[in-house]
């Protein structure tokens, strides 16, 4: 079966410092993979989105990026968090396989202070 | 381009009553619709999603969806609520099959004793 983790749980990072989130997939090969942001009271923001290693896709300008170094693994990262970047950070995958149905990750809460 | 409204951030019931949490989307072409439930601090899980197959659609927990082309709606609906239903709920559109999903703002469901 097929399995989604992030990591870390929690964050809480000053202004400025960088950021880096870790997402991983198991169980299936070249899934589509997605960053998703929500903020309180705002919903899902579509970040990042990637149909396959090295090929990404950004929905919003902002000051933070995203990776895929390997099949199954996405990075989002940034040189100078704001405040405006807390929020609850959320990955997700589909494949063909799977009739590209969007399975989400536990979430990484990050706090910018 | 597609879009989503849920009517109603915030939905409270009494356990046992009617549950009804509404949804219209808006796209160009024939919609893939999802329902989706965030407990707090957590991802989310797919409730159940209509793919133009039968327009009533079962998910899990006991919830069920109608899609009505010509009220452009996918509302949600459980005959009896349990304290356990209280979440968030996002409905979610996604034009093609393996298109960007685009969320609703997501609606807050309480359920009292």
């Known amino acids: 079966s097929q399995t989604i983790h992030q990591w870390p749980a929690t964050l809480v990072q000053p202004v400025g410092s960088p950021l880096s989130l870790e997402c991983t997939v198991e169980?299936?090969?070249?899934?589509?993979l997605y960053w998703y942001r929500q903020a309180a009271g705002r919903g899902l923001q579509l970040l990042f989105y990637?149909?396959?290693?090295?090929?990404i896709s950004s929905e919003v300008p902002q000051n933070l990026s995203a990776s895929r170094p390997q099949d199954r693994q996405f990075i989002l990262s940034s040189k100078k968090l704001l405040l405006s970047d807390s929020g609850f950070y959320l990955c997700?995958?589909?494949?063909?396989?799977?009739?590209?149905?969007?399975?989400f990750g536990p979430g990484t809460r990050l706090t910018v202070t | 381009a597609q879009s989503v409204t849920q009517l109603g951030s915030h939905v409270s019931v009494s356990e046992g009553a009617l549950v009804l949490l509404r949804c219209n989307y808006s796209?160009?072409?024939?919609?893939?619709l999802f329902w989706y439930v965030q407990y707090p601090n957590q991802g989310l899980q797919l409730l159940l999603k209509?793919?133009?197959?039968?327009?009533l659609v079962k998910g899990i927990n006991g919830f069920e969806a109608e899609f009505k082309k010509s009220e452009t709606s996918f509302h949600l609906t459980k005959p009896s609520a349990h304290m356990s239903d209280a979440a968030e709920y996002f409905c979610?559109?996604?034009?093609?099959?393996?298109?960007?999903?685009?969320f609703g703002q997501g609606t807050i469901l309480t359920v009292h004793p």
């Open positions: 169980g299936t090969s070249n899934p589509n």
């Open positions: 990637s149909v396959g290693i090295g090929q």
């Open positions: 209509y793919t133009s197959a039968a327009t």
């Open positions: 997700a995958w589909s494949s063909e396989a799977r009739g590209y149905e969007q399975y």
């Open positions: 979610a559109v996604r034009a093609s099959g393996y298109g960007k999903l685009t």
């Open positions: 796209s160009s072409v024939p919609p893939y």
